[in-house]
């Protein structure tokens, strides 16, 4: 693997390891703030919100980890298709700290 990949590897997977965090931290205070009868939900709808919330960010990572990882640097259209989705990923947190724009595969308009 090149080192712009490894690069964008490691940025990916603290971004995904973050959004699991905070969903995860949102879920406690979602499911806290119903039970004190706030937020307009029942227990029972916030649990099933946290739930959705947390499930999201994980399989985000595991999209990324099971279909990306495996094929990045293969020949032909599979490596290909592999490394698009890497810069595709990637460029869904343009802006974020640690984000290099020359990752960009197109040049913004």
Not at 21 to 37: C, F, H, P, S
Not at 49 to 57: E, M, Y
Not at 59 to 88: M, N
């Amino acid at each position: 693997m090149t080192s712009e990949r490894e690069a964008m590897v490691a940025f990916l997977r603290g971004r995904y390891a973050e959004g699991i965090r905070m969903a995860t931290d949102i879920a406690g205070v979602l499911t806290a703030q119903a039970a004190e009868g706030r937020m307009g939900l029942t227990p029972a709808q916030a649990d099933t919100q946290a739930r959705h919330g947390v499930h999201a960010a994980e399989t985000r990572s595991r999209f990324f980890e099971e279909t990306v990882i495996p094929h990045l640097g293969a020949d032909g259209p599979t490596g290909e298709i592999a490394e698009l989705q890497l810069h595709v990923l990637v460029d869904e947190h343009r802006g974020a700290p640690g984000h290099d724009e020359r990752w960009r595969l197109y040049p913004l308009p």
